[in-house]
């Protein structure tokens, strides 16, 4: 089992930053451990992920905006976001894969099995 509990969303305006946080705790050892984000009406998308030896994939729309990267020693991921632009409002969620494989994949919801409850990003104009 896994429990993911994201943080660190808000409000501000373009060109603003934040940086999200998820904390994993539990037993299974994670392969992958993502973010995505989801905006009303619309469907989860993947915006960046990690792999279990530190390689990293972006979407199209957040490279060379978004970081993502971990800390084993507080079993934390993160997302740094600069540049923020109000398309990229949405509700924010950290994921886990636990079985193995699946990097070719790793930005499709699909391929993770433990999900935390998202925390909201609101970037305004």
């Known amino acids: 089992q896994v429990q993911l509990v994201e943080s660190g969303g808000g409000s501000v305006q373009a060109g603003g930053s934040l940086r999200l946080s998820c904390v994993r705790s539990?037993?299974?050892?994670?392969?992958?451990m993502g973010w995505f984000r989801q905006a009303p009406g619309k469907e989860r998308d993947g915006v960046a992920a990690?792999?279990?030896?530190?390689?990293?994939t972006y979407t199209d729309s957040v490279k060379g905006r978004f970081t993502i990267s971990k800390d084993n020693a507080v079993n934390t991921l993160y997302l740094q976001m600069n540049n923020l632009k109000p398309e990229d409002t949405a509700k924010y969620y950290c994921?886990?894969?636990?079985?193995?494989?699946?990097?070719?994949?790793?930005?499709?919801?699909?391929?993770?099995?433990?999900w935390g409850q998202g925390t909201q990003v609101t970037v305004s104009s």
């Open positions: 990690i792999s279990r030896d530190g390689s990293t």
């Open positions: 539990g037993s299974t050892d994670s392969t992958l």
């Open positions: 994921a886990a894969r636990t079985r193995v494989g699946g990097w070719g994949l790793a930005l499709s919801p699909d391929l993770y099995n433990y």
